[in-house]
Structure formats: C-alpha cells, structure tokens
C-alpha cells in the first residue's frame, strides 16, 4: 500500500491473522464463515490519529501504513495473540487545502447558465408579450419558473385514455418511497452500527419485507413498459408507426433521461467531495467521485449495468436496464406492425425472461435473490456476483417489462362500459388477497437467510425466474383490477391526484437519494445508535430531502429541459389560444 501523509486522519480496514488452535480465532473464523447473515469478524475497521495514538512507533518507519499497522498489532497481540494486515486505508489530511479544478468550475458554468436561463425565461414570460409563438419565444418560456411550477401543480391528463391509468401514479410513487425506505439503513453498516443487532434482525421474519424488498424495483420495470406500449398504442390512433420511429423514439428517450441523471452526477464527481471532510467522508464520497471521474461515459451510454465493480451511481444500473429495454419495446411496436405478431413477441419476452435468470442461476451458482449480506451493503453491492450477474442486467428483468407490455394491450382495449362494470364486482374477493399474496411473495425469500440450511443449485435456479413472474404477474393484475374499478374504497387512495404531482418529483427524488445517504454517512463522528427508530427516521429524513431538493429541480432543471426537447423535436401545431393548457401537460416520468 502506498504511503499516506503523516498528518492526517485515518479510517482503516485489516484482516486479522492468528492460530486456527487459538479458541479465539478459530471462533471469529468459524463464526465469520456464515457470510449471509454475518458480519466478516476476521476484518476490522478502525479510526486513527497517527500522531496521538501511534506516536510511539513514529520512528520505526517512513511509511504511515506500515506504522498504523505495528501500532494496532501492538495492543492485538498484546490483548488477543492475533496480528493485522492493512488492506484499505483512506487518509483525511488537514495540512492540505481541497483545491477545485477544471471540472468543479465547469459544473459552476452549468448551474449559472441554467440559473440564468431561469430568470430570463421567467422574466420574458412575465413582461414580454410579442414572440411567445415563434421558436425562440417558446424555447424561453420553456425556462419560466411559473410555468414550470404550473406543470408540478397540474391536474393528470384531461385525454379520457389517460385518465383510465391515473392509478399509475400512485403505484409508481408508492413504488419509489419503498426503494428509498429499502435503501436507507444500508450506509449505517459503514459507520459502525451496532453488529449483535444488525445480525439479530435476520432472525425476524419482519425485517424481510426490508432485505427482500428488491423485488419490489420489478414494479418500475411493469410499469415502465406498460406506459411505453400504451402510449404507443394511442399515438397509433393518430398515425400509423414505422421503423423510422424507432431511433427518433431511442433518442426522445435518451433525451428526457440524460440532463437530470448528467446534472446529478456531474455533482457527485464535482462539488460534493468538498462539501466535508474526514476518513468516512472519502470512503463513502470521495470514492464515488473518484469513480465517475473514470466511468461517467457508460453511464451516458447506458451501458453501466454491464460494467461491474464500480461504485459510481450504483444505484443508477436500472436507467441503464430501463433503457435497455426501452429500445427493446420501441423495436417491437416501431418494426413489427401487425398487433398480432407483436403480442407473439411479447409472449417471447416473457419466456426468454423466465429462462434467463435461471441459466445465470445455475451457469455462475448464483443466489436464487439478491442476498442484502452485512459485509455485500458494505459497498452497495458492486462485488456481489449476483448483483452483477443476475440483478442489474436488462436481459435478466425482461420478464416484468414484458408482463408491462402485455397489460398495455389488455387495458387499451377496454372499453368505457368495462370500467366499474358489474361483472369484475366477482374478482373483488381476488383484488383484496393479491395485496397479502405479494406480500408473502416478499417474505418467501426469508428461507435463503435461514443459517444452517444450504439450498440446493436446483430450488435456487427454478425461484430466481419464477418469483420474478409470480410478484410481476400478482402486480399486474392488481393493477389491472384498479383500473377497472373494481373496488371503491381502494380505488380513491390510489387515484388521489396528488399522486400524480408527487410522481412527478420522483425521477429527481430517486436519483438524488443515494448521494444524500452517502453525505450523510460520510459526515458521521460518532457510532450509529441502529435500531427500529433510528432506520424510521433516517428513513423519513432520506425521504423528506430527496423530495424537497427535487421540487426546485424539476422547476429549474427537468421540466424545462424535457418542454425544450418537445418544443424542438416535436413540433405541434396548435393556436395560440390552446399554448397556456398545453403548457400544464404533464411529462410522464418512467422510471
């Protein structure tokens, strides 16, 4: 390892070493050896001052590592009869100056063109009258902050079609809030939360709604390819597609993904890693800066969920998966053109996504579910081989996206008689159990945490495809049922309309959450209390500033950036009369 400067704080990790016939070590091996639901005993991880707590060994060498490490060995096999090795080490020095560079300025540049974008753009709207409807008038407007908070505040759709899936906006809000619940007590692992209790919840059947909760994300992915097909069927209403839609559509869609998703980690790489100091602050974010810097161009290629072992946007594979498979869906509608042959190639999608997790389970003796291990959160999960291999592919959740463009085609061609028809009143006993059902769906994962069970490569190749379409399909038809007014009560939570001004926030909200929870952990100076309370409130907190910061991103940022591609690239001919209605449709976020 190389040498650190003497002046500084260290945050260390080391494996100890000792005798196998020493009951102590033979202990923390044997115990460590369960490494689902333990924490790896055999490595340590310790915060050091050099100069007050090794000064003693100053003199025994010129490389701050090589001290640290005859410091801690010191009192280990004083106390213990063990010994360490240094393995990872990250240093804050405070003798030295954080500078800013040319990427620090230049996202400076960015947020002062966008700022002043704003404010012209809003004081054209407020004080300009002529030009609103020639091309740079309307590309102005597109940056006025009232007509962007306009577009926050708007009601759905007024289109009768698309007011038949105004339910979509709570289950993709509700979808999002339980992502970044799901996420929130990942980083206390880094600061030293309480190991007997961490280890403890595995035991609880409960705490598995938490750890077995990835299989939620396969909602987004329904949902995601179920409003691309919809939306492509309607627009076939007006005028027949071809192939020449495809790259036009891959490009809209890079589009209204890449500005928000470049804005965030352009920060991250940027910015953030001078926002504070210490050891945890460089493990948990200045490492991520360290890997954007090197990995920013897949990530805007979309190629990153096939690129492994970065800890940059980890959070980030499923845009990659998403658009992925949004190319695969705008191909299936773009070239094939008979309804028929596309629902073939539907079906088709569904069984390849049902055959491949199994082939990747079986082929790399894979988990059958992402295990949420103590030491695999320790790095968000960039060296799991089921993570890499099974999670964040696209072509291993094509399963759900399929499931999605399959319910397009059974809920356009509903009719308005169908909608709080009688006889759906039948599937209402159905439409109350599927909820519990998916539920129990979660907690089934609650076998492969079991300690002493080892789960045979057969059982674990036959879950990981067949969970996937089970929870997809359990989902999709609840989500059908709402759709068509099958029951009442329900019905008006989930078609609240204040889902869909919430839904709009959620590109950002998710986006931004993963960056909070690093800063926060990274800021930490003192052991983590982890407990039931403190996961509740650090959960909220998470939630609560993911969502405050994206209202005035989605103001300043997305929603004028997605209106300028619309006003640009699709052109409408529409009077002059219809411009303020037309400016409070909403842009449909697909995550």
């Not at 030293?192 to 209790?197: E, I, K, L, S, T």
Request: with cysteine.
């Amino acid at each position: 390892m190389h040498a650190l400067p003497w002046r500084c704080l260290l945050f260390v990790s080391a494996q100890l070493h000792g005798n196998l016939s020493d009951p102590l070590y033979h202990t923390l091996v044997e115990y460590s050896a369960n490494t689902i639901t333990h924490f790896d005993h055999t490595h340590i991880r310790r915060g050091i001052c050099p100069k007050k707590t090794c000064a003693r060994h100053m003199h025994t060498s010129t490389n701050l590592t090589e001290v640290v490490e005859a410091c801690l060995n010191e009192s280990l096999t004083r106390d213990y009869s063990l010994t360490a090795k240094i393995f990872e080490a990250y240093c804050e020095d405070y003798s030295k100056e954080s500078k800013l560079d040319s990427g620090d300025y230049t996202f400076a540049v960015v947020i002062l063109v966008l700022l002043g974008l704003n404010l012209l753009g809003s004081f054209y709207d407020f004080f300009c009258e002529n030009g609103k409807n020639k091309l740079v008038g309307k590309c102005l407007l597109c940056f006025s902050v009232r007509r962007n908070w306009q577009r926050l505040a708007a009601p759905g759709s007024a289109s009768p079609m698309q007011r038949r899936i105004k339910s979509i906006h709570s289950f993709r809000t509700i979808t999002a809030l339980l992502v970044i619940l799901g996420h929130s007590p990942i980083p206390s692992i880094l600061v030293g939360a309480d190991p007997q209790f961490m280890e403890e919840t595995y035991h609880n059947i409960l705490f598995h709604m938490l750890y077995n909760g990835t299989l939620i994300v396969q909602t987004f992915f329904m949902i995601s390819g179920f409003l691309m097909a919809y939306n492509m069927l309607l627009s076939e209403q007006k005028r027949p597609l071809s192939w020449l839609n495809l790259p036009k559509g891959v490009l809209l869609r890079w589009l209204r993904l890449t500005p928000p998703y470049a804005l965030v980690m352009f920060f991250v790489m940027t910015w953030m890693r001078h926002l504070s100091v210490g050891p945890f602050y460089l493990k948990s974010v200045t490492s991520e800066a360290v890997a954007c810097h090197r990995d920013w161009w897949q990530h805007l290629l979309y190629i990153h969920n096939y690129i492994d072992h970065s800890q940059c946007m980890a959070h980030a594979w499923y845009l990659g998966a998403e658009f992925q498979l949004s190319i695969l869906g705008l191909s299936v509608f773009c070239v094939l053109h008979s309804n028929r042959v596309r629902k073939m190639a539907i079906g088709a999608v569904v069984v390849v996504g049902l055959i491949t997790p199994a082939v990747y389970t079986y082929v790399h003796d894979l988990h059958a579910i992402l295990i949420v291990s103590p030491e695999v959160a320790l790095n968000f999960f960039v060296e799991d081989p089921t993570f890499n291999n099974l999670y964040k592919r696209g072509h291993t959740n094509l399963i759900c996206y399929g499931l999605g463009l399959a319910m397009a085609y059974a809920v356009y061609n509903l009719k308005d008689s169908d909608l709080g028809s009688k006889r759906y009143k039948a599937y209402l006993p159905l439409y109350w159990s599927l909820f519990p059902l998916m539920l129990v769906i979660v907690l089934t994962g609650y076998v492969f945490y079991i300690d002493g069970i080892i789960i045979p490569i057969g059982v674990r190749v036959v879950y990981s495809s067949a969970i996937k379409f089970i929870f997809g399909f359990a989902t999709a038809v609840f989500i059908y049922l709402t759709i068509v007014k099958v029951d009442r009560a329900f019905r008006g939570f989930l078609n609240w309309g204040g889902w869909a001004r919430i839904s709009r926030l959620t590109y950002f909200a998710y986006l931004v959450h993963i960056p909070i929870l690093r800063f926060g952990t990274g800021n930490v100076g003192v052991l983590v209390p982890f407990g039931v309370f403190w996961i509740l409130t650090n959960s909220l907190s998470c939630i609560c500033m993911a969502y405050g910061l994206a209202v005035p991103l989605f103001i300043m940022v997305e929603s004028p950036l997605a209106e300028l591609v619309k006003v640009t690239l699709v052109p409408q001919a529409r009077p002059a009369a219809l411009e303020v209605k037309a400016s409070k449709e909403t842009v449909e976020i697909k995550l």
